[in-house]
Nanobody, 115 residues
């Protein structure tokens, strides 16, 4: 089992920045992928960014150039640096850890961007 704990959410003005963290604990295999998703009120959960264990990253078009995903394998932690935040980035942000064909989700952290 893998347990994920997110942190770093909060309230920020448009144009501001936040850095989310997601720490994994439990049985962690070296080959894994980590992703960030978000879910806004009344909307479906959407994929934001992902990164492989080798550091290859991909982004949704809506956040490309503003968000950066990174990971620290020694700490089993994935980060999401969010810059130039917009009100439409307001959502609960979730991290997901994938290994050995299983998905693990965090509890989510609220990000609110005021205009």
């Amino acid at each position: 089992q893998v347990r994920l704990v997110e942190s770093g959410g909060g309230l920020v003005q448009a144009g501001g920045s936040l850095r989310l963290s997601c720490a994994a604990s439990g049985v962690i295999f070296s080959i894994n992928a980590k992703h960030w998703y978000r879910q806004a009120p009344g909307k479906q959960r959407e994929w934001v960014a992902g990164i492989t264990n080798t550091g290859s990253a991909n982004y949704a078009d809506s956040v490309k150039g503003r968000f950066t995903i990174s990971r620290d394998n020694a700490k089993n932690t994935v980060y999401l640096q969010m810059n130039s935040l917009k009100p439409e980035d307001t959502a609960v942000y979730y991290c997901k850890h994938i290994q050995k064909g299983s998905d693990y989700w965090g509890q989510g952290t609220q990000v609110t961007v005021s205009s």
